[in-house]
């Protein structure tokens, strides 16, 4: 399984468990019976179509009669399965397809939301003020950015070298994460 059904089934546990968190270990046959039985987003079937190529049978349908378990006939059965059973591999690469279709709709939209920024030689920027050097007397109110700071150097994968403005070096360099255009 992958970190999200992973993630999905942790959250599933801790809501089943409530104030009884010896019982985990009888819960994980229904939780995960219940994530392989639900249409996931990304690929819209279920987990269990997925593997075994058709639908499964719920356990109320086992003990009560319904439309499905009354129609039942073994040879039309057998016929039906065997097709289903040819067009798994061609469902797996649809739920494929989609899958990466809203990964590539996640990816585009997160995009939108980057700005590519990048600073030179000689700009001032400011720096953020990391939490070991703000005054513990100032609380809530400290300032979260000092400087401005000059830029030395241009390193690679947005990482630069600084200096205050007397020319003096800061040791180190910083990522352009914690680092701002200064404007006076």
């Known amino acids: 399984m992958d970190e999200a059904a992973n993630r999905v089934i942790l959250q599933a546990i801790k809501k089943k468990l409530n104030n009884a968190k ?13 994530y392989n039985t639900t249409i996931q987003t990304t690929t ?4 269990f179509k997925l593997v075994y190529g058709l ?12 439309l499905r378990t009354e129609l039942y006939d073994e040879q039309h059965n057998s016929s039906t399965r065997n097709a289903e059973l040819d067009l798994t591999e061609e ?5 494929a397809i989609k899958q990466r279709a809203m990964k590539q709709l996640a990816e585009k939209k997160q995009n939108k939301r980057v700005f590519l920024r990048t600073f030179t030689e000689g700009d001032l920027v400011l720096r953020q003020t990391e ?6 007397t100032h609380g809530k109110l400290a300032t979260n950015w000092e400087g401005p700071f000059r830029v030395v150097k241009v390193l690679d994968l947005g990482a630069y ?3 205050t403005l007397q020319g003096n070096p800061i040791s180190g360099s910083w990522n352009i994460s914690s680092l701002k255009m200064y404007r006076s």
Do not use: F
């Open 22 to 34: 010896g019982e985990w270990a009888e819960l994980i046959p229904e939780i995960l019976w219940s």
């Open 44 to 47: 819209g079937e279920t987990p």
């Open 55 to 66: 639908e499964a049978l719920i356990p109320i349908e086992v003990g009560i009669p319904t």
């Open 91 to 95: 469902t797996r690469e649809i739920a």
């Open 131 to 136: 939490e070991a050097r703000r005054p513990p």
């Open 161 to 163: 070298q600084l200096q």
